[in-house]
């Protein structure tokens, strides 16, 4: 059974850090997308940063580049999301996913791709 679930969200002011934590379970293969994704009340859920479980390759949002990192452990049963420098406009509910298809990350802006979605957490930055 897959299984997802994100942790780790929190309340934290303007400039510090939080790391979330996504349980991953159930997959067949080794090899796929897995991502953070992050929903603000009122709008549009958004790519934030997405890993290749293949090569270990990583890619981020424009928005989030140079602040938060995305990771996963030798276990391969958690991937994590290092958010440093925190502003406002990050605050969010995140979401971690999986597209079991196909671990490229080039195209991970495109949401519907990924057809694994856990629960999300809530990060609320104050400012």
């Known amino acids: 059974e897959v299984q997802l679930q994100a942790s780790g969200g929190g309340l934290v002011q303007t400039g510090g850090s939080l790391r979330l934590s996504c349980a991953a379970s159930g997959f067949t293969s080794d090899e796929y997308a897995i991502g953070w994704f992050r929903q603000a009340p009122g709008k549009e859920r958004e790519a934030v940063s997405c890993?290749?479980?293949?090569?270990?390759?990583?890619n981020y949002a424009d928005s989030v580049t140079g602040r938060f990192t995305i990771s996963r452990d030798n276990a391969k049963n958690l991937v994590y999301l290092q958010m440093n420098n925190l502003k406002a406009e990050d605050t969010a509910v995140y979401f971690c996913?999986?597209?079991?298809?196909?671990?490229?990350?080039?195209?991970?802006?495109?949401?519907?791709?990924?057809?694994?979605w856990g629960r999300g957490t809530q990060v609320t930055v104050s400012s």
């Open positions: 996913a999986v597209d079991g298809i196909s671990p490229w990350c080039g195209n991970f802006y495109y949401l519907p791709r990924f057809n694994f």
């Open positions: 890993l290749n479980t293949r090569d270990g390759s990583t």
